[in-house]
Nanobody, 124 residues
Framework: QVQLVEFGGDLVQAGDSLRLFCAAS????????LGWFRQAPGKDREFVAA????????YYAKSVKGRFTIAKDNARNAIYLQMKSLQPKETAIYYC?????????????????WGQGTQVNVSS
């Protein structure tokens, strides 16, 4: 079992930056992938970014590549998502997820564990 807790969500203006954190606990994360997804009202959950814990290899959705950065914080057993140039359409609940040996990193069904989410609101 892996417990995930996200924090850092806030209300920001278009063009602002924001950093989200996801703290993991419960077991070692060797072979695990940790990812970020987001879900806006009335829409499907959307892949944002993921990172392989062992290799630090990042993966990004096309819509965020170049603006968002996912990275590990080894000291805190956590990952963070640095978001820049946020747009109103990116208003959503942002979820952290994890799972072992994930091949299809952009599929929500690939992940076994989910956090409760943190709200990000981007005003125009």
């Amino acid at each position: 079992q892996v417990q995930l807790v996200e924090f850092g969500g806030d209300l920001v203006q278009a063009g602002d930056s924001l950093r989200l954190f996801c703290a993991a606990s419960g077991r070692a994360l060797d072979t695990y992938t940790l990812g970020w997804f987001r879900q806006a009202p009335g829409k499907d959950r959307e892949f944002v970014a993921a990172i392989e814990w062992d290799s630090d290899t990042p993966y990004y959705a096309k819509s965020v590549k170049g603006r968002f950065t996912i990275a590990k914080d080894n000291a805190r057993n956590a990952i963070y998502l640095q978001m820049k140039s946020l747009q109103p359409k990116e208003t959503a609940i942002y979820y952290c997820a994890s799972g072992p040996l994930i091949s299809w990193k952009s599929l929500p069904s690939s992940y076994d564990y989910w956090g409760q989410g943190t709200q990000v609101n981007v005003s125009s």
